[in-house]
Structure formats: structure tokens, C-alpha cells
């Protein structure tokens, strides 16, 4: 099954060589993603063939994401702080991919530098900021826009509001977040999951 990060995953991404000098919203965004330890929302989530679920999304940094799909889903995926992991529960089926080497170490890693590897892209409104970026030595890895609106109330005066995520087959898939809720407690129970697999095929 294909990686719904490509299955997780509001403007088409952009393939960067070398990113350019900071810019005053790139300074934004990177104090944004700092200021974000951790936070709640809903999704939408639109892939390549146009499917959409929804679902809640939990984030903590370090590295830690969930993405818990709507009832009847069979879904999950979870980041612990070392894996990204995707658990289909229909076929007992477990994929793991190194934080590192996925496009969403941009939210979860507070020692991403964003001004090393990224840039404002155009965003045809004043109130949106669009931020493009790419690993240049890992393009295998694909491509990450992400989407902040100007809000005084959020971390760094920018609240997030989704991304898409270009993966190496160049398929899209675009999330949209509602009802986002900053620096709220969350417990570290909320990035366990339950190992569908026979025992010993671990």
C-alpha cells in the first residue's frame, strides 16, 4: 500500500536547488514552528486520486505526530520520536520510515533549520504565507508546502493550516487542519499503537 503521507498529506509544492536569502516571513515561520510545542486539530485529507478522509491530528515535539482517521478507516499513522509509522489494520500491515527522511520532520523537529532548506513561495494573498521546501542532497525524500494564516494569537503570529506533500512518484496529497489548538497538554500515551502482526513477525 502506498505511504498515505502521501496518503498525510494548499499550494503546489516547489522543487528547490539551494534556498535563498531569509526573508521577513521565513524568520516568521521558522519562530511559528519553534513556538509550536505542541497542538490539536481536525483534517481533511484530499490524495492524488481525490479520495478525502478526515480525521484528528496530535502533535508533540520531538517527533511525535498521530494522525487518527475517521471511524471505519482501518489507519493509523504515528510518529514516536524515532519512526514514522503507518499501521493498516485491514491487511496487518506495518511500514516504518525514519523521521528524518520524511517531508514532515519540518513540523515535528525543533532543530530543523527552515531558512537552510526552504523559502516563501507565492501565496496570492497578504494574510497567507506559503512556505516551499525540499531536502537538495535527499530528493527521494520529496517536497513539503506548507500553509500559515496570519493570526496574532498564534505562536509567532502564524497559524498553521495544512500542507501538501509531493512524494518521489509525485503523487499529491494535500491536508487542510481545522479547529487547531496551540501548546495544549498532551500525554505520551497518545503516540502508542497496537501492533496488528502475528507474534514473532515483529
Not at 520520536?81 to 511500514?95: E, N, P
Not at 487547531?180 to 502508542?192: E, H, L, M
Amino acid at each position: 500500500m502506498r505511504f498515505p503521507l502521501a496518503a498525510v498529506a494548499l499550494a503546489a509544492p516547489v522543487l528547490l536547488a539551494a534556498a535563498p536569502a531569509p526573508s521577513p516571513d521565513l524568520a516568521a515561520v521558522q519562530a511559528s514552528l519553534k513556538g509550536v510545542q505542541t497542538m490539536t486539530a481536525d483534517f481533511t485529507q484530499t490524495d492524488a486520486r481525490g479520495q478525502v478522509l478526515t480525521g484528528t491530528l496530535q502533535l508533540k515535539k520531538p517527533g511525535k505526530i498521530r494522525f487518527q482517521y475517521q471511524k471505519g478507516v482501518p489507519l493509523l499513522v504515528v510518529g514516536d520520536g524515532h519512526a514514522l509509522t503507518m499501521i493498516d489494520y485491514s491487511v496487518k500491515q506495518v511500514s516504518r520510515w525514519p523521521i528524518g527522511s520524511t517531508p514532515l520532520a519540518l513540523l515535528i523537529d525543533p532543530d530543523k533549520d527552515v531558512t537552510r532548506y526552504a523559502r516563501i513561495a507565492p501565496s496570492g494573498s497578504p494574510d497567507t504565507v506559503l512556505l516551499a521546501g525540499q531536502d537538495a542532497k535527499h530528493r527521494e525524500y520529496g517536497s513539503i508546502t506548507v500553509a500559515f494564516q496570519r493570526s496574532a494569537s498564534a505562536p509567532g503570529g502564524l497559524s498553521l493550516e495544512g500542507w501538501t506533500v509531493l512524494d518521489a512518484q509525485n503523487n499529491r496529497t494535500t491536508v487542510r487542519l481545522t479547529n487547531p489548538r496551540f501548546n495544549v497538554p498532551i500525554d505520551d500515551s497518545a503516540f502508542r499503537w497496537t501492533d496488528p502482526r502475528p507474534a514473532g513477525r515483529h
